[in-house]
């Protein structure tokens, strides 16, 4: 397996179930129609024309259809969204065997974890960029930022640590 230059890694825990994933980060900015909308805002500062947006970005209906028609990713979709991203998702075991197979400190560091996002909290932190802002794109009623999680990650899961516990093996959760 190799993470490409648009790809993150992203922990999730759904139903008190945690999970990896390899992903495009674009598919984490929950609520599509605000990023749809803050798009608009930045072609309009630029005094950009709406056919130029929309022949470059699209109507709402085509960009929605970039995230699986899914406007807002949140605890009552997220059960649709995990079937749509169902072969992105990576075990523990094989992310740290990834790790700690990597051939240099650059390799390490792209195989660490940029966002947690959980659906039972209502919470969404990243370690990406600043510009990225991924909390400007939260479902309503959530908190997100950029935040060091950590120790929001199961022992057993933080692939990345010297003392973590093996994880489980597959299947066994």
């Known amino acids: ?45 630029q005094g950009r024309p709406l056919h130029e947006f929309v022949r470059e970005i699209g109507s709402f209906g085509e960009f929605l259809a970039s995230r699986f028609r899914i406007p807002v990713v949140d605890k009552s979709t997220a059960k649709e969204f995990f079937e749509k991203i169902m072969l992105n998702a990576v075990s ?12 240099s400190d650059e390799a390490r560091k792209k195989l660490l974890p940029l966002m947690f996002v959980d659906f039972d909290s209502r919470v969404q932190y990243y370690l990406l ?14 908190k997100g930022g950029r935040q060091n999680f950590e120790k929001l990650i199961p022992q057993p899961d933080r692939y990345w640590c010297a003392d973590a516990e093996p994880a489980p093996a597959f299947g066994n959760r």
């Open 129 to 142: 960029p600043a510009q990225d802002r991924f909390e400007d794109f939260v479902p309503e009623g959530w």
């Open 92 to 103: 523990s075991a094989e992310l740290a065997y990834l790790y700690m197979r990597a051939e």
């Open 1 to 45: 397996m190799e993470i490409k230059e648009d790809q993150i890694i992203v922990g999730t825990v759904f139903k008190k179930k945690f999970q990896w994933y390899v992903t495009d980060k674009t598919i984490w900015r929950l609520d599509y129609r605000r990023y749809y909308d803050s798009l608009d805002l930045k072609y309009k500062r």
